[in-house]
């Protein structure tokens, strides 16, 4: 079974400040690992995803995530906060064997904040 | 392409009382799944579909029941409400079921409070 770990419940950053959410994985298989951004009273976007590919991922609105398996780690930057950034973002991770991949698992969420 | 779409987007409950959430795809998705969001517990998983006329129980299934019996279409059901489902309830799917790098496609979600 995979699960993942985000640590900071809240984070608050400066607009025009590094932007960095923490998350860590538990998998028996290196796994597939996501971050979705929820803005306020919408659902979930998919923000990149990390597949095994490059463990350096691009993902939209210039975030990006780097895939560290030797810290079990997939943590979220973006060099430079903007106030639109403010929102909830989840790291969630699947099972990568093709067929066996029933639930995305997620982990309980960091509130982004933006200061002005 | 309207995406999901859920309805109701709130809704308030007394204590036994039943309702149905609805959840409908124009994306002709296979694969279905219904996640509540509670504080400081992220989503969890409670039931997912990988086609119609096939349900499966994901993690907190207790208390709730869907059925597939269109690709669009997969109705989330309270039989008996009570205030441990207070929660806002997301719908979500994706195109193929067997591919894990596949993104969920979410529903805006349903505020359900039960008193």
């Known amino acids: 079974a995979q699960s993942v770990t985000q640590l900071g419940s809240h984070v608050s950053v400066s607009e025009g400040a590094l932007v960095l959410l923490r998350c860590n994985y538990s998998?028996?298989?290196?796994?597939?690992l996501f971050w979705y951004v929820q803005y306020p009273n919408q659902g979930l976007q998919l923000l990149l995803k990390?597949?095994?590919?490059?463990?350096l991922v691009k993902g939209i609105n210039g975030f990006e995530a780097e895939f560290k398996k030797s810290e079990t780690s997939f943590h979220l930057t973006k060099p430079s906060a903007h106030m639109s950034d403010a929102a909830e973002y989840f790291c969630a991770v699947t099972s990568p064997i093709r067929g066996s991949a029933r639930q995305l698992t997620f982990g309980s969420g960091t509130q982004l904040t933006v200061l002005p | 392409n309207a995406g999901v779409t859920q309805t109701p987007k709130f809704q308030v409950l007394k204590t036994g009382q039943s309702m149905t959430l609805q959840c409908a795809q124009d994306?002709?998705?296979?694969?279905m799944s219904w996640y509540r969001q509670d504080p400081g517990m992220g989503l969890r998983l409670i039931h997912y579909?990988?086609?119609?006329?096939?349900?499966d129980q994901g993690e907190v299934p207790n208390g709730y029941n869907v059925s597939r019996s269109t690709t669009e279409d997969f109705p989330l059901r309270l039989l008996s409400a009570a205030p441990s489902q207070t929660s806002v309830y997301f719908c979500?799917?994706?195109?193929?079921?067997?591919?894990?790098?596949?993104?969920?496609?979410f529903g805006s979600g349903t505020q359900l409070s039960v008193l």
């Open positions: 979500a799917s994706r195109a193929d079921i067997q591919a894990p790098n596949e993104k969920l496609f």
């Open positions: 990390y597949t095994s590919a490059a463990t």
């Open positions: 998998s028996s298989v290196p796994p597939y």
């Open positions: 579909s990988v086609g119609a006329g096939i349900t």
């Open positions: 994306m002709n998705h296979e694969y």
